[in-house]
């Protein structure tokens, strides 16, 4: 390959010699361009590889020109092109010129007058060919610098020593140090890492790389402190760098910044744990604190109770005052639960308004007794949300490790068992747990496996009492209450499943079958010529909150053939509680239909007057808690009540009657307060309809007497009945 060399040089007769030495080279194939001065050589230098010019592969070049003298002459040569490799020819005397451009960046220099043929061009190729591989070596190490600086990751280097001895960008800006600044410091004082939790100084992953000769990775959670002191969360690892002989001479490390990643996975891990509306701890976390309790009671030989609580009357809230007073109300709550516990406790929500407190140390009962008392306390002071002051209680339900339970299900489902029975006995109260509730729970759970089947077997059946005008004796209407005929049982009474019927939405199927059955026999009596009777049937809260209830009501008439006007529908106040959009909808639907409807129990509930007036009943029927004391001597404030409902029954335009008359003293307090009907044993106990057919054909003059109406014995069979004041 021909090689183009640049000599500059004054003397003719010197540059001769090297142009004759170089031409008849045996080692390579030389073109010289010879130029005189300085200027001249700057020139041909820079305009290399322009106008066609060939490339300049080595300078050689005599230091002492017309236009320039000594290092001066080096300096612009070298400055012209400082990749092009320069040999300098010193005259004599002057080699010290020669070796300052040596150090300077010169490859070499020979004197003028050793100036032999052969070193001459030994020399030149020896340095064109040095000069290629320090190109090469410049392009590899330019690219590594370019890849390092422009991989996201942050990279250190240190010697055998520990000493740093290079920095990538996004270490320099990790660290705060300057490459500069931080090559030869030890790597402690650059890299300073301590553990996130212990704050302690975190174990050098370097030194290990090279002590261990193997990649290490940084230990979790760690946090390089910077130079101004901030923090940041890091990981990755360290590896060593080797020789070629295979010898450790250093390590790099390659770390990122996960601060953000970090934040990120603790935010997820809370939200995973705690409840977003009141941040406290969740279920998952609760059981799992639980888990750690036992495990700690079990060694230490301690207690633990857990404390379920529910609020009491809660929804009604909700839906009357909506959501956001609902879910402050909540957060409010778990406020004060928080102030009742220790920090060591643990206060959750189960979720809807349920909410478990853990007492994970308690040395005896009494102690969760207490704690127990003080929330109930706490929670009756009132509240005061957006404007609305609010008072409210809670019933608590508490169960002890191990005397109640061994595990977390058992010990919350005993827990939750005793604050039913909390709501049971008032609310507003707390009870432990007593193991002669979990039998409850499974009568609970026979009881609702046994109704499953008992509508496809058939095993309901409706059984009717009357209901009697004390104006005129006659029967008004029959109440129809259902009973299960339950196999190997005989008949069993609504008070023992229809709670269970009404928690599992049972009580919906069920309701349909009594209003289609009723409607039904209605419709039979009608038809046999039996004088006409209204039925009543009894709806619960759940049924009337179907979406489709008012159809099934509607659909049951049509089915029957049985006019509106002769059905009466028996709600409790419980439906009050409810929605009163959903609730006023569904009432004035059927009110339009032509649908009777009663408040039955009433006087047991909270409804407001005012808001019982708002709602298109037409009946209000006594509780009969309140008519069992009359004519009784300690009967003044039940007395009280039943004549404020009569007359309040009058001025509204309303209609009452009292349940659950058994005496003839009941009956004429009744009758002289005006009362307009009743009915009780005393008239008839609830009978299968055969009973009612025979109470009606042939018991009329009977109760006739009894009320002391003589006319009421024609009212029967011959007269449809007395229509209800409204
Ligand atoms: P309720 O609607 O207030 O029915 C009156 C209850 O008092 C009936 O009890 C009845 O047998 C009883 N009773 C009637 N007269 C007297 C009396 O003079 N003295 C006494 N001590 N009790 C009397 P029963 O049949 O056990 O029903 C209890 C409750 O179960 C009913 O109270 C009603 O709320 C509910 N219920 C009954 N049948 C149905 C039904 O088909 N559907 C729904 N949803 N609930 C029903
Ligand atoms: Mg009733
Ligand atoms: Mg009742």
Redesign the pocket.
Known sequence: MLQTILLIQDDPRAARTVIEALRHSHDANFDVEWVRRCSEGVERLTMEGKAGSAAIDAVVAEMNLSDSHGIATFDRLFHAAPQVPILVISASGDEEVARLAVKRGAQDYLPERHLDGCLLTKTVVTMIERAGIAEALYHEKELAQVTLNSIGDAVISTDHSGNVTYLNVVAERLTGWAVAEASGKSLQQVFRIIDAITRETAEDPMVLAMQENRTVALTPNCVLVRRDGTECAIEDSAAPIHDRRGQVVGAVMVFHDVSEARASSLRMSHLAQHDSLTDLPNRIMFNDRLNQAVALADRQQDRIAVLYMDLDRFKHTNDTLGHTIGDALLRAVADRLRDCVRTSDTVSRQGGDEFVVLLPHISDIQHADMIARKVLVAMRAPYTIEGHKLHFTVSMGIAIYPDDGMDVDTLLKNADLAMYQAKDSGRDNVQFYKSELNVRAVERQVIESGLRSALQRQEFVLHY?PRVSLQTGAIVGV????RWQRPQRGLV???EF?QVAEETGL?VPI?RW?LLEACRQARAWEEAGWPRVRIA????AV?LRAFDFVASVRSALLKTGLKPEYLEL?L?EAFLMQDEKITDATLRALRDMGVRMTL??FGTGYSSLSYVRRLPISCLKID?SFVRSLGAADDADDASIVIAVINMGRSLHMGVVA????TAAQLDFLKNQGCPEA????FGR?VAHGGIERLLDSNASEDARRIGTSQAASCFRTSSSTPMPR
């Open positions: 009492q109440e129809a209450l259902v009474l609504p008070v229809m009580i309701g009594v049937v009894n709806i619960s049924e028996e409790t039955d129990d009969h349940e659950g008359v058994e009915q009780g044993y005393y609830p």
